[in-house]
């Protein structure tokens, strides 16, 4: 037995102890069929092809704790307040280790017919929204990170937005990982129901000094004649192990508009796959991330066409520095079915200075013939001439920096529908770029 | 405004550069010449501060200053411009904000305001006239794509644009076909004062023609071999390098 093996039982073990009971509920049969299959699958290896490029060895080996409720920090507003947005006009819902917080939460200029609370509070009864939809759209067969979030969700937040409802301001969902050397998982389920629209942003931070380990799962559904902006700005600490698996499904006329944005963590694992499940669809899934030290950073995409006059757009830039290493797979598949798709990935990195690295892995399976997909990639460098280019200009190393890292996220960071958030990117990118310098 | 003295350079180990003497006053048209690899261009770099070069020995003195002190960036703002023999693509970057940002950052460290879009606009107008530049170059990437001769057009271009008091062309001839190369010159000569002054290095007798230089140095392996006026450049044009050995 390896070590990975001891550790899947171990949580298995934790699973039986602290959380099975009430079986009856469909919830928890999810959770335990979801159990289960964890324990079949255990965690992934570089065998596998989609983690060939991403050892995770270093997360199934480590000893940490299942997040409990009763364990939790408490964590004052004033601890919260770096992670909150300056000027943002919308609501926020804050957990913390997983669990909801209801004192650092404040739900507030969001139409009352939005349903914005922890999912504990539809497990039973009422309209059942989360027994009907849970782990429906983020499957956990063949998916054990998600089956273990799945088998360990107890809290996490449902946002509901119901028919022909817009809302203009947003949703700022927060989790924060709060205990060391623990295991949280944080789950969001985002229902938009047929011709609404909404904002919603997920951000992840830390706030201890110990290693941690964030498995998030998010599951969207997106209705017809629907607009959602969905962002998810990752800004935890270097000590972070972070896999978070975001699953969309899309209904004819939609238009799904993300971004995803990392700065932080120290092995980042992001999935993020949406089904393009009716006609007329448009789907965007952009990233921006800037790397240091040894950062491993893994933006794993999947684009399923499988209805015809749908169109995707994938636009990925990464800044990588130091030692860290970026990976992107981007996977379009078009299915017979799928005529007239119009498909376009393109994924871009600049490397600045020292021995940064990026692999990349573009994957398009075309099943229909009069579809349009293009996909490209490149890789530059900022080297010693370009830099002497600027300062022989009177341009200073910092400024030069900022410019040229700038000029090349601008695209992504002016696409954000949000000025708050905008804000913070413009902000935190700059950030990185002084500290790496200083 | 530039005194040079028994400058010794190297770059990884190697020396390039072996005792150099130069004499530089305001007004003046220095020409360099000198077969390859002689360290024409490492002379250019030192100069303008590039950190790859060690300097082993001797000393410069700019307007009385010690120039070996400075930063690049400091030389440029204090008026050293280095036209580049192979200027760089910068991607993402437009040639208009880099200018402008460069001219700022310029102009605040010799206490000066920053210019606004407005009149840098109406500025650069002119001075692209001057060097019959095109203006779609302008909100492209700084040399991304650019032709050999449009990026040393861009290099005078931004000469003109920043005015720097002490100017080094760097082989800014090779690669400009004869238009091209009376347009850099006549740009040379307009900006041309009193005040300033130029160190032109080339392999070509024919840009002398245009420029007229005051002095013209010989530089083989590392050291000024010889110096003298124009006729020097014509003499070097018949009978080459090899008498000089
Ligand atoms: N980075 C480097 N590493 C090692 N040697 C170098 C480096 N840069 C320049 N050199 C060497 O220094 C010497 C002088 O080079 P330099 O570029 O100054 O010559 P140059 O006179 O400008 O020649 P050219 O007429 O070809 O432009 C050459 O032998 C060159 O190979
Ligand atoms: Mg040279």
Known sequence: MNLNDKNTEKYIKAFETYFNGSVSQPFH?????????????????????????????????????????????????????????????????????????????????????????????????????????????????????????????????????????????????????????????????ILCEDNSQALVIESYHTLCTD???????????????????????????????????????????????????????????????????????????????????????????????????????????????????????????????AQKTDAKQSNNCLLLYEDAQIDAKPQLEIYADDVKCTHGATVGQLDESAMFYFRARGIPKEKALSMLTYAFAEEIITGIKDDSLRDRVEYLLLDRLKSHQA | MLEVKDLKASIAGKEILRGINLSIKPGEVHAIMGPNGSGKSTLANVLSGREEYEVTAGSVSYFGDDLLEFAPEERAQKGIFLAFQYPVEIPGVSNVYFLRTALNEIRKANGEEEIDA?????????????????????????????????????????????????????????????????????????????????????????LLDYIIPDFVHVLYKGQIVKSGGKELAFELEEKGYDWLK
Not at chain 1, 75 to 103: C, K, M, T
Not at chain 2, 121 to 130: D, F, G, H, N, S
Not at chain 2, 135 to 141: D, P
């Open chain 1, 29 to 189: 049969k999810v959770r335990q069929q979801a159990a289960s299959n964890f324990e079949k699958l255990g965690f992934p290896t570089t065998k596998k092809e989609e983690w060939r490029f991403t050892n995770i060895a270093s997360i199934a080996k480590a000893d940490f704790k299942i997040a409990e409720k009763k364990n939790a920090p408490t964590v004052s507003l004033e601890d919260i307040e770096p992670f909150l947005l300056a000027n943002w006009q919308g609501a926020r819902i804050v957990f913390i280790d997983g669990f909801y917080s209801e004192h650092l939460s404040d739900i507030k200029n969001i139409s009352d017919k939005i349903t914005l609370e922890p999912l504990s509070s539809h497990f039973e009864g009422k309209a059942g929204l989360v027994n009907k939809n849970l782990s429906k759209i983020a499957t956990f067969d063949d998916e054990a990170f998600t089956a273990l979030n799945t088998a360990f969700t107890t809290e996490g937040c449902l946002v509901h937005i119901p028919a022909k409802v817009v809302e203009n301001n947003g949703i700022h969902i927060i989790h924060i990982a709060a205990s060391g050397r623990t295991l949280t998982n944080p789950r969001n389920m």
């Open chain 1, 211 to 337: 290693d941690v380990f964030v498995n998030s799962v998010t599951e969207i559904s997106v209705g017809e004649n629907t607009r959602l902006y969905h962002y998810k700005l990752q800004d935890e600490s270097l000590k972070s192990n972070h896999i978070s698996n975001v699953a969309i499904n899309q209904k004819s006329n939609s238009n799904y508009i993300s971004a995803s944005f990392i700065f932080g963590g120290k092995l980042v694992r992001n999935n993020i796959s949406t089904k393009l499940d009716g006609e007329g669809i448009s789907s965007t899934l952009n990233g921006l991330y800037i790397s240091r030290e040894d950062q491993h950073i893994d933006n794993n995409t999947f684009i399923d066409h499988a209805k015809p006059h749908c169109e995707s757009h994938e636009l990925y830039r990464g800044i990588l520095m130091d030692k860290s290493k970026g990976v992107f797979s981007g996977k379009i598949l078009v299915r017979q079915d």
């Open chain 2, 118 to 206: 407005a009149a840098f606009l109406k500025m650069i107008r002119k001075k692209m006239e001057l060097v019959e530049m095109e203006k779609a170059l302008l909100n492209r990437s700084v040399n991304e794509g650019f032709s050999g001769g449009e990026k040393k057009r861009n290099e005078i271009f931004q000469m003109a644009v920043l005015e720097p008091k002490l100017a080094i062309l760097d082989e800014t001839d090779s690669g400009l076909d004869i238009d091209a190369l009376r347009v850099v010159a006549d740009g040379v000569n307009t900006l041309k004062s009193k005040e300033n002054a130029t160190i032109v290095v080339t392999h070509y007798q024919r």
